[in-house]
């Protein structure tokens, strides 16, 4: 099967600088999800060539690492036909050509599989019905129920008018008529564009069946020409993923107030609250809770855990029966143990956390390696950078480090070791002993407190 996206258009309506096929739907590019639901349909896929035009490079390098998918340039943009038309040599001719659309990422590939099996070596055309159809192509069927004709609302008599069934644009057709159909084809119009929808008219002129296979949900035909109009696909993106999450039996405090931007994977017994991001690939094990408003991004937490809101997390692996927030961060590079505790307001980087340890209040670990059972007091820093590199810090097991210690990196805190509350650590701390590092307390008895002086 060959494939054949448009991707040309500017999408003027949107009023950026970013080419309209590369903006995004549930954390993806329209053109991205036009793409995967191809695939999936077509078991077969010769190529995928995509037909650009506006934004050309920056479509190119969106996909810098997909080896089936061909670039060709539309320029100037002539139309649907002529977009089509620069495809043609990289059709294979033994098979037939699927054309779509890469502002239309609703699409699902159960319909596409639907259209490619009911037109078999026939054309086929995707169609829809719509409540108010004005402006639309009209589908016009004969009694066996063979699309005859696609009628523009500016040339429908007052009965055609009245058909509901439009056309969607999505044909599929065997490549040698295809290509001999465009050869065919003149811009004699008021647009001086070459239409798609006449080769539809040139395979009726040469007795060839023309299929009409009607879409099962509207929603799947829509076009994104506005921020209006992609607003309104996000949420229609997302409440599918809410229902998939349902289906899987993931409990949703409210499937109006989710956003999967990405690929979330769930165990039983899943549990999120309302307004939650998830971002790249999640995953989330048996029994996890997600607390109101946390930030997912890459990440994977084990069985049991729970995180409470506000809790930001990216390109971290959590343990199972751990406990994360409120209002805790993690970023990139943290490995966590089962049953660590990270509480509110606490940061962790590029970290790795044993069984058992906890950072429960207001404090900063990165660029360390803390064992098992420590507890972490509240104002705890790790000093880790000198103004130009990073320096790790080791924390052995069962050590604890009292509040408002700075440890200034590089520096090993012995196992089963104490930090007194207020020190400032700079050299390594030997285990199982008390270590404290403060300046000595001074009273000075005849210090009195200035006096603000009254202007004029």
């Not at 995180?307 to 199972?320: Q, R």
């Not at 943290?334 to 980087?349: A, P, W």
């Amino acid at each position: 099967m060959n494939i054949v996206i448009l991707a040309a258009g500017q999408g003027k309506r949107m009023h950026s600088s970013l080419p309209k096929v590369l903006h995004p739907v549930a954390g993806r590019p329209m053109l991205a999800h036009v793409i995967a639901a191809a695939r999936q349909a077509c078991s077969d896929v010769a190529n995928i060539t995509v037909v650009i035009g506006h934004g050309a490079a920056a479509v190119r390098e969106a996909f810098p690492a997909d080896p089936g998918l061909h670039f060709v340039l539309q320029e100037p943009q002539l139309g649907t036909g002529h977009a089509v038309m620069q495809a043609v040599p990289h059709l294979d001719d033994s098979t037939s050509t699927l054309v779509l659309y890469g502002d239309v990422p609703l699409i699902t590939s159960a319909t596409l599989r639907r259209l490619l099996d009911a037109a078999g070596r026939s054309v086929g055309v995707l169609t829809v019905r719509l409540a108010d159809p004005t402006g639309y192509g009209r589908i016009v069927r004969n009694e066996r129920g063979d699309v005859v004709r696609i009628v523009e609302q500016k040339d429908a008599s007052l009965a055609e008018r009245a058909i509901d069934e439009v056309n969607t644009g999505i044909v599929v057709v065997p490549t040698v008529q295809l290509k001999a159909w465009l050869g065919t084809l003149s811009n004699d119009n008021a647009q001086g564009e070459y239409y798609l929808t006449d080769v539809i008219a040139r395979a009726v002129q040469d007795g060839v069946r023309v299929v009409g296979v009607d879409s099962a949900d509207v929603d799947e035909t829509l076009g994104v020409n506005s921020k209006d109009q992609l607003a309104m696909v996000e949420r229609i993106a997302q409440r599918r993923a809410a229902q998939v999450l349902m289906d899987a039996g993931v409990t949703l405090a409210d499937p109006a107030r989710i956003d999967v931007r990405g690929e979330l994977v769930t165990g039983t017994d899943v549990s999120i609250d309302v307004g939650c991001i998830f971002e790249g690939r999640v995953e989330l094990a048996d029994g996890v809770r997600i607390g109101a408003y946390c930030v997912l991004r890459n990440c994977s937490f084990g069985a049991g855990t729970e995180l409470l809101p506000f809790t930001c997390v990216e390109d971290s692996s959590v343990g199972a029966g751990a406990r994360l927030g409120p209002f805790s961060r993690l970023r990139p590079g943290n490995t966590l143990d089962d049953q660590v505790h990270i509480g509110n307001f606490v940061e962790i980087k590029a970290s790795t956390i044993g069984r058992g340890s906890k950072a429960n209040h207001l404090s900063y670990v990165g660029d360390s390696i803390v064992g098992r059972d420590v507890n972490v007091g509240a104002g705890t820093i790790t000093a880790n950078y000198d103004g130009a590199n990073k320096h790790k810090t080791v924390i052995g097991d069962g050590a604890s480090i009292g509040s408002n210690a700075v440890l200034v990196a590089p520096v090993t805190i012995g196992a089963g070791a104490t930090v007194g509350g207020g020190s400032t650590i700079a050299k390594d701390a030997p285990p199982g002993k008390l270590t404290v590092a403060r300046a000595r307390q001074v009273t000075l008895d005849h210090w009195q407190r200035p006096v603000k002086q009254k202007k004029g």
